[in-house]
């Protein structure tokens, strides 16, 4: 089956910093994966998202990076702010149905 | 916010019971699908409905049951509920391998 997991389960920032959130896949035949933000009583909000025809996507102040050879995928936000601190989430599915979450990395935002 | 509606927004129920949870899907979205998410958790997808059809359904005993309506919106049924159904429950919509936009969740407590 499906599985997919984040490396930490927590991670704090210094405001202004960098962010960088891991995620592993078990399935290579996934081919569509979204980064999710989840803050406290609310349901998940996309970020972004990428296909596996591509390694690199880029938003608003974020990236998201795929290395389909070890089955990884990064979510790197630029200059975090105090409203970056929440639950992220990559999921991955085949075919864009069935999305299999990870368990979540809190990030925390220090001023 | 999404345009992905929830109701009711908390519930509590005893074990044994029966429960339906609803969802409004995203106007345009013709796709939805329910996730249970135990807390510190991430969230595990329960079945998808596509034009009022199950598409999918992941590793929940058939207690758990749901519907499609025309408009597209949805049902979940919970039947013999059990403790461990405590959880908050995500309705998505979506286009067929597009991003899926959640809804706020309903938090059920079974006592």
């Known amino acids: 089956g499906e599985s997919v997991g984040l490396h930490l389960p927590t991670l704090s920032v210094q405001e202004g910093d960098n962010s960088i959130i891991n995620c592993a896949y078990s399935n290579s035949a996934s081919d569509y994966f979204i980064w999710y933000k989840q803050e406290s009583g609310k349901g998940p909000q996309f970020i972004i998202d990428?296909?596996?025809?591509?390694d690199k996507r880029q938003g608003q102040r974020v990236t998201v990076l795929l290395n389909k050879t070890v089955k990884h995928l990064s979510l790197q936000i630029a200059a975090t702010q105090p409203g970056d601190s929440a639950v992220y989430f990559c999921?991955?599915?085949?075919?864009?149905?069935?999305?299999?979450f990870g368990t979540g990395t809190s990030l925390t935002v220090i001023p | 916010e999404t345009g992905v509606t929830q109701s009711p927004t908390h519930l509590i129920k005893t074990r044994g019971q029966q429960v339906t949870l609803r969802c409004s899907s995203q106007?345009?979205?013709?796709?939805v699908s329910w996730y249970q998410q135990a807390l510190g958790q991430g969230p595990q997808f329960i079945f998808q409905?596509?034009?009022?059809?199950?598409?999918g359904r992941g590793n929940f005993p058939p207690r758990f049951s749901g519907l499609q309506f025309p408009n597209y919106s949805s049902e979940l049924n919970v039947n013999a509920l059990e403790l461990d159904d405590s959880a908050l429950y995500l309705c998505a919509s979506s286009q067929p391998g597009t991003p899926e936009w959640f809804g706020p969740g309903t938090r059920l407590l079974v006592l």
């Open positions: 990428i296909r596996s025809n591509m």
């Open positions: 409905y596509y034009r009022e059809e199950e598409n």
């Open positions: 999921a991955g599915s085949r075919y864009g149905n069935q999305f299999y």
């Open positions: 106007s345009g979205h013709n796709t």
